[in-house]
């Protein structure tokens, strides 16, 4: 079992940046590819980005390439979002997951946070 715990949301301005952390616990961390999933108002969750187990392979949804990085640290149990050059559209709640195969389809992954909501406002 592992327990998901996202931080970081908050109400930021469209051209900033926010910092999204979301800490695991339990079964070995190291071992899950981790990606970021926010849902928008009144839509599904949709993939942004995920990161291999070593951090050495990334994967980025078109939308957010060259605006969002995704880095984990496993010595502290952690996977990171910075979020720059924030719109509008980004507003969502933003969830971790954790699984065993890099995916951009949310049904792959195995562990869920509660969720961070992020809005951006124009």
């Known amino acids: 079992q592992v327990r998901l715990i996202e931080s970081g949301g908050e109400l930021g301005r469209a051209g900033g940046s926010l910092s999204l952390s979301c800490a695991g616990s339990?079964?070995?961390?190291?071992?899950?590819?981790m990606p970021w999933f926010p849902r928008p108002p009144g839509k599904e969750r949709e993939f942004v980005a995920a990161?291999?187990?070593?951090?050495?392979?990334?994967d980025y949804a078109d939308s957010v390439k060259g605006r969002f990085t995704i880095s984990r640290d496993n010595a502290k149990n952690t996977v990171y979002l910075q979020m720059n050059s924030l719109k509008p559209e980004d507003t969502a709640v933003y969830y971790c997951?954790?699984?065993?195969?890099?995916?951009?389809?949310?049904?792959?992954?195995?562990?869920w946070g509660q969720g961070t909501q992020v809005t951006v406002s124009s």
């Open positions: 997951a954790a699984g065993g195969t890099m995916s951009r389809r949310y049904y792959s992954y195995d562990y």
């Open positions: 339990g079964r070995t961390f190291s071992g899950y590819i």
């Open positions: 990161i291999s187990w070593r951090g050495g392979s990334t």
